[in-house]
């Protein structure tokens, strides 16, 4: 009788780990079930497969590597997408993973396909081949995939990841294009004011010495401030622009080493979600996510207990995560899960309210698809309110800047002109 290994959770929510002998699956489960334990996993033991795999006429292959390079969300997204359209079309699983590995383009997503290919022919399940790459499937995604396999509905499930993915796509999309055009004019500005400190000041810098005007204040500063980033101020060792150019890298690659250690990550989520205006966006984007990750992982029937680690730990914000492991914590000990959100003050009242009206009607699921869908639209009038912020903001900062570029070049001329009109007289 073949052997079953199993992950399960018991009825306090912890999970298990176990073998059991069935004929089946089905009855697998059943057995399992009827020692009170929830099935979150459940495949055929089988001998490990090595590096060599063995081919349909019997004869040894090497088995392919995993290649370099990264598989975008684009790219994940529509192998989820199509996937879920073979499946549900009736054919067998591991010819749909073969028709798309085939006609897939050269790369690291092809290569991971054959992989998979390989162990689900070997007798794998999907959802244990995935997880083998986690560099490509996340455990969302394998968790998914196995809620699924268990419940018998894969057709379903690859439907409504598919969905989920798309959703988070246009969301990630939205927000990435509302920031091109304050970045783009940035890099411009940052650019033009480079080269008139470089090139535009100095001449005039000349002029000036020529006829031996007395320099007011500003206009001093700005020299010097030209000197300085071409590098010619005395005993000076290197050129600003050599500073002044690479410094927004500079600053991302600090940022993302301080979001390396615990303690960094906290600090700055918390002065993220603090900041006006950019604070609201990410809040919304965060609520949007972590609501429609928990209520497709609900909907494919992964334990609440599963689902809510998953959630934390895929939504990105640490002032989310400890609120959600306070709401772990609440649920496992038999409490409610409105009740430490309310208390960690990360959601506004009307989301609170209706996780809560979803608790008591055991609609949980459709209720957090519905304060997605709600927050995808609020994040829209987010997006374009701090685009139309950000407009009058730049204009006004390099206005600023060009304007007293231009009163400082021009002072001293108002001086020439009226000592020469003085000698004139």
Known sequence: MPTFVYEALNASGKPQKGTIEATTSDEAISRIKSQGFYPTQVREQRVAKSAIAQGPAGKARKRKGTGIGMVSSKQLTLFTRQLSTLTDAGLPLLRSLQILEAQMKPGKLKKVLANVCDEVEGGAALSEAMAQHPGVFDRLYTKMVAAGEVGGVLDIILQRLAEFMEKAQRLRRRIRGALVYPVVVVVVAITILTFIMLFIIPKFEDIFKDFGVALPPLTMWLINTSRWMAGTQPEQAYAGWMIVVPS????????????????????????????PVFGTLVRKTTIARFTRTLGTLISAGVPILEAILITRDTCGNYVFERALTRVHDSIREGESFATPLRESKTCDAIVVNMIDVGEETGEMDSMLMKIADNYDEEVDVAVASLVSLLEPIMVVCLGGLVGTIVVAMFLPMVTMIESLAAGGM
Do not use: Y
Not at 248 to 275: E, H, Q, V, Y
């Open 248 to 275: 927004p890298i500079l600053a991302w690659l600090f940022w993302k080493l301080i979001r390396k250690a615990g303690p960094g990550k906290a600090l700055t989520d918390r002065m993220i979600l603090m900041a």
